[in-house]
């Protein structure tokens, strides 16, 4: 049996800011991830200020892609709506390597699947165990599934679904674009090039409305990249998009109980307006730890709940 005090399911954002801090105050910590980083994760990659500085690190000290936008190309129902602001786009598959390396714990290559408590210690498929639990692994984590599934239960109508593609492409235009409620979308569609030659692109909608709608989210898919090469974004490109489904932020009680703690999407945190998970994540993962290092209650209220004000606090930064 492989023994940590901490156990940390998932190597994305979230636990990947919860492992460095805990290393950081000389506890220690172990992760496990069904996946070899780096990994593919469906996410646009578009990420505020605040979350690089969340996770302490200047812009100038990240050795991947990073794309700065000094406006974003908002359309409300094909309103334009051009903010000044100052946003910046990764690559997940480069970032979330790059951040787990950076905690500097060790990553072992598992699938979790069984997850019970023993004498008050955390025990996982007969082969880990550990006094504190955090469950950071995504939509689907295993943690929540086994300790969290019945005091934390999800809000069907906080579920999005999403259809995305990365793609390696020499865009012409590098403007970040967002297109909210286009055809009666309940969401938004997005245009966010890459530094170095790739572009995503992808829908999100409510899944409870799309029902409500008799609509699928690859119906809107094809509208959607039919535009596309109507506006000359991607003529010629093939899509193999992919689809996920994560939550938005609703209620955050009992999201930790005797040990165990829930972050990022296995809590359910992306903001209201505009499903932004990567910052929540890095938050909450902050907080675990520091519930963990003090023996602290862990409260996610404080967890940013929109993505609005963050947009425009930086593009009034921007201007002066
Ligand atoms: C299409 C799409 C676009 C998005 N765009 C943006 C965006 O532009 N900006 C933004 O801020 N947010 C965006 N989000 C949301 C964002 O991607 C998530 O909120 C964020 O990744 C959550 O981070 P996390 O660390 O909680 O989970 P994840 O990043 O999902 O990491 C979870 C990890 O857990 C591992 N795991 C899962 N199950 C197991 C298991 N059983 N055993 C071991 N390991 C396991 C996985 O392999 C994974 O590495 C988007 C989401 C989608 C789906």
Redesign the pocket.
């Known amino acids: 049996m492989i023994e940590a005090t901490v156990i940390i399911?998932?190597?994305?954002?979230?636990?990947s800011t919860c492992a460095r801090e805990l290393k950081k105050n000389g506890i220690d910590a172990l992760i496990?991830?069904?996946?070899e980083f780096p990994?593919t994760?469906?996410?646009?990659?578009?990420?505020t200020p605040k979350v690089l500085a969340d996770l302490e690190l200047a812009p100038q000290d990240y050795p991947h892609s990073l794309l700065v936008y000094h406006k974003i190309l908002f359309s409300f129902k094909k309103i334009p709506l051009p903010l000044p602001t100052r946003q910046y786009s990764i690559r997940r598959f480069e970032f979330?390597a790059f951040l787990l390396k950076r905690a500097g714990v060790p990553v072992h290559k598992?699938?979790?699947?069984d997850i019970r408590r023993e004498n008050n210690k955390y025990i996982i498929d007969d082969e880990y165990k550990c006094t504190y639990l955090v469950g950071?692994?995504?939509t689907?984590?295993?943690v929540r599934r086994a300790l969290f599934s019945e005091i934390h239960p999800r809000d069907p109508r906080l579920c999005i679904a999403?259809v995305?593609e990365e793609f390696a492409w020499e865009c012409k235009d590098f403007r970040c674009r967002l297109w909210f409620f286009e055809n009666n979308l309940p969401g938004y569609s997005w245009y966010v090039p890459k530094q170095k030659g790739y572009l995503n692109v992808?829908i999100?909608g409510k899944l409870d409305s799309l029902k409500k709608r008799g609509r699928t989210i690859n119906h809107y898919w094809s509208l959607f990249t039919e535009k596309l090469s109507r506006k000359n974004f991607t003529n010629g490109h093939n899509f193999n998009p992919r689809g996920?489904i994560?939550y938005l932020r609703g209620k955050t009680e009992n999201t930790s109980r005797e040990n165990a703690f829930l972050?990022?999407?296995?809590a359910g945190l992306?903001t209201r307006d505009m499903?932004?998970?990567?910052?929540p994540?890095v938050e909450s993962g902050k907080l675990a730890a520091k519930a963990i290092i003090s023996n602290t209650p862990y409260s996610l209220k404080n967890v940013t709940q929109w993505s609005a004000p963050q947009i425009l606090k930086s593009g009034f930064k921007e201007d002066k």
Do not use: F, M, S
């Not at 399911?9 to 636990?15: D, F, I, L, S, T």
């Not at 496990?32 to 996946?35: E, H």
């Not at 598992?110 to 699947?113: Q, S, V």
């Open positions: 399911v998932g190597g994305g954002p979230a636990g496990i991830d069904q996946n990994r994760k469906l996410c646009a990659g578009w990420i979330d598992h699938r979790a699947k950071a692994g995504g689907h984590c295993p999403t995305e992808g999100g996920h994560y972050t990022g999407d296995a992306a499903g932004e998970g990567i910052g994540a």
